[in-house]
Each structure stands twice: as structure tokens, then as C-alpha cells.
């Protein structure tokens, strides 16, 4: 399967503890987005990279947040000090880079449910 | 004012019918216009992209207004496999993509 892959698929942490997901986008797609997604809401953008740089960054995103993609390859997002408030899905999706309508044709890796109690 | 809006629903409707959803959006510079599919617990999918002068693929038809700022889902001859969430996507020429919240739709037998 070449498709977006996340690692773990499911987190129980608990509330203080950090955790680290990992993202391993489709080979040939050099865009790389985060997004958080909560029951009944659509997801919420939190980062985006091109390659290895990370070119923006939602207010969503706490100081407690960090995303790497230190090769231009997987990515990985940290949550440090996690709270409750941080239950949710968190989704990966990559692109390549074609057309400028291509931007937005992401593909969806299957997420990390993160529950923190 | 959220970004992007939808009407959460959901829509009941038998096999066979025919649905319509709309979006709007609040950004007047926005560029590109999306849906996706959302099964329940699963990741969302490209369902088609929405072009100025409207576009078909099979039996789902998008629309959009720049004028009144919204697009549109019209489903015909509804399966029970369309069931579903569908999110309208909006991206304005940045990175940054805007999901709706999403619209549930249940098709029954």
C-alpha cells in the first residue's frame, strides 16, 4: 500500500505525559499538511510543510505543539504537556505539487486517535 | 462567522433521490473549491473538485457561485453507498486549507 500511513493509530496518554506522532506521506508528495479533527467538525488545519520547511503554522498551534520533516520526508508532530482538551483525531494528508488546483488535493492518512485522560 | 459553513443536517432520503448541499464561504479571494468524503471513522477522500463553470462526474454535480460566495453538491440517483459526511473544502490561495464542518447524509432502502 503507497498511501499516507500514521503511527500509532490510536494513543491513551495521560493529562501532563507528551506524545509523538509520526506521518509517512505518498513517496512522490513533497506537501505535507496536520490537521486535528474533533467529533462533529471537519478538520482543523494546524500545519503545512513544503519538503523540509514548514511554511505555516494556525494559531491553533500551542507553544506545547511542534511538527518536524527533517528530510523532506515523514513528519513527525509532538505534543508536550498534554490536556484533555487535545482529544481528538489527528490526520496527516499529503500532495504533490502539479497544478495550482493540485494544492488541495490531499490525501488523508488514516489518523491517530488521541485520548487523554 | 466560521470561514466555511455548512448545514450539519442530516439529510434523510430514500434510494433513488436526488440531494442537493450547499457551502458558503467567507472569503472573497478564496481560489479553490472542494469536496470530500467522510465515512464514519475514517479519513476524508477527494470526492471532486468544483470549477468556475461547473463540472459533472457521473451522478454528482458541483457548482460555484463567486458571486453569493457558495458551492454546491448534487447528488442524483442516490445509493445507499453515498451515505455519508460530505465537507466542503475551500483553499485561498495559501496553505492553508478550510474544512467545513461537514454534511451527514443517510440514504435508506
Known amino acids: 500500500d503507497t498511501g499516507v500511513s500514521q503511527n500509532p493509530r490510536h494513543k491513551i496518554t495521560k493529562r501532563g505525559q507528551n506524545v509523538t506522532f509520526r506521518c509517512d506521506p505518498i513517496?512522490?508528495?513533497?506537501?505535507l499538511y496536520w490537521y486535528r479533527q474533533t467529533l462533529g467538525q471537519g478538520p482543523e488545519f494546524l500545519t503545512y510543510?513544503?519538503?523540509?520547511?514548514?511554511?505555516?503554522k494556525s494559531r491553533l498551534l500551542s507553544d506545547r505543539f511542534s511538527a518536524e520533516r527533517p528530510k523532506g520526508s515523514f513528519s513527525t508532530l509532538e505534543i508536550q504537556r498534554t490536556e484533555q482538551g487535545d482529544s481528538a483525531m489527528y490526520l496527516c494528508?499529503?500532495?504533490?505539487?502539479?497544478?495550482?488546483?493540485?494544492?488541495?488535493?490531499?490525501?488523508f492518512g488514516p489518523g491517530t486517535r488521541l485520548t487523554v485522560t | 462567522r466560521k470561514e466555511v459553513e455548512q448545514d450539519p443536517g442530516p439529510f434523510n432520503v430514500p434510494e433513488g433521490a436526488t440531494v442537493a448541499f450547499n457551502c458558503t464561504y467567507s472569503?472573497?479571494?478564496?481560489?479553490?473549491f472542494f469536496w470530500y468524503r467522510q465515512d464514519c471513522r475514517k479519513e476524508p477522500k477527494l470526492l471532486m473538485s468544483?470549477?468556475?463553470s461547473g463540472n459533472e462526474d457521473g451522478r454528482f454535480t458541483a457548482q460555484l457561485n463567486r458571486a453569493s460566495q457558495y458551492i454546491s453538491l448534487l447528488i442524483r440517483d442516490s445509493k445507499l453507498s453515498d451515505s455519508a459526511t460530505y465537507l466542503c473544502?475551500?483553499?485561498?490561495?495559501?496553505?492553508?486549507?478550510?474544512f467545513g464542518a461537514g454534511t451527514r447524509l443517510f440514504v435508506k432502502a
Open positions: 494528508a499529503s500532495s504533490a505539487t502539479r497544478t495550482e488546483s493540485a494544492r488541495a488535493e490531499q490525501y
Open positions: 513517496s512522490e508528495h513533497n506537501r
Open positions: 510543510f513544503q519538503n523540509e520547511a514548514q511554511l505555516e
Open positions: 472569503n472573497s479571494a478564496s481560489q479553490s
Open positions: 468544483v470549477y468556475s
Open positions: 473544502v475551500v483553499n485561498t490561495g495559501g496553505f492553508k486549507t478550510i
